[in-house]
T-cell receptor, first 117, second 118 residues
């Protein structure tokens, strides 16, 4: 069974500083994908970044980077130069690579990030 | 712009009635769509996988007779909450995978439907 764990229910960060949101996962699939989504108070799910299990380099997308440590089964999100608009819920998610997974996403419990001015 | 839409965005219904929520892929065909439920301050929980032309696959613990899913076309899936109760009040979100270059499937999420059962 696949499982995603986010151990930080809430995080504070000062504006313009960097913050790391933790995510660990468990899967028996050899091929899988890891995602981070941002959910503001409006409820929409905003895709941030993706890391494939066979990708050798850590994914980066603008101010977002993913610290992928396969042996530790962790996929932490790093947000650099935090902005007030980054205040939101952040979800880590995993998609299995097996046929049975049918591309569905399993989500972690989320981390609420609050950026202080 | 949005590639997956949901209708309605919010709905209030009385206990015992049924409510239908639509999920549409706007400019691509989706043979598979997913329905999630999110309670306040909680994560998204996968309810079921909607398959075009065949029966939906429900996750463990989800009552298939209560949450009816119909995927009648390649761009439309519907979720009907039958005999709604106040505990069914939640945020319902659908998603659809869309193939990107390089065989990667990216998930596109709808904006969600907030259901309140009184």
């Amino acid at each position: 069974a696949q499982k995603i764990t986010q151990t930080q229910p809430g995080m504070f960060v000062q504006e313009k500083e960097a913050v790391t949101l933790d995510c660990t996962y468990d899967t028996s699939d050899q091929s899988y994908g890891l995602f981070w989504y941002k959910q503001p108070s409006s409820g929409e799910m905003i895709f941030l970044i993706y890391q494939g299990s066979y990708d050798e380099q850590n994914a980066t997308e603008g101010r977002y980077s993913l610290n992928f440590q396969k042996a530790r089964k962790s996929a932490n999100l790093v947000i650099s130069a935090s902005q007030l608009g980054d205040s939101a819920m952040y979800f880590c998610a995993m998609r299995g690579g097996s046929v049975d997974s049918s591309y569905k996403l399993i989500f972690g419990s989320g981390t609420r990030l609050l950026v202080r001015p | 712009g949005a590639v997956v839409s949901q209708h309605p965005s919010w709905v209030i219904c009385k206990s015992g009635t049924s409510v239908k929520i639509e999920c549409r892929s706007l400019d691509f065909q989706a043979t598979t769509m997913f329905w999630y439920r999110q309670f306040p301050k909680q994560s998204l929980m996968l309810m079921a996988t909607s398959n075009e032309g065949s029966k939906a696959t429900y996750e463990q613990g989800v009552e298939k007779d209560k949450f009816l899913i119909n995927h009648a076309s390649l761009t439309l899936s519907t979720l009907t909450v039958t005999s709604a109760h106040p505990e069914d009040s939640s945020f319902y979100i659908c998603s659809a995978p869309r193939r990107q270059p390089g065989q990667l499937y990216e998930q596109y999420f709808g904006p969600g439907t907030r259901l309140t059962v009184t």
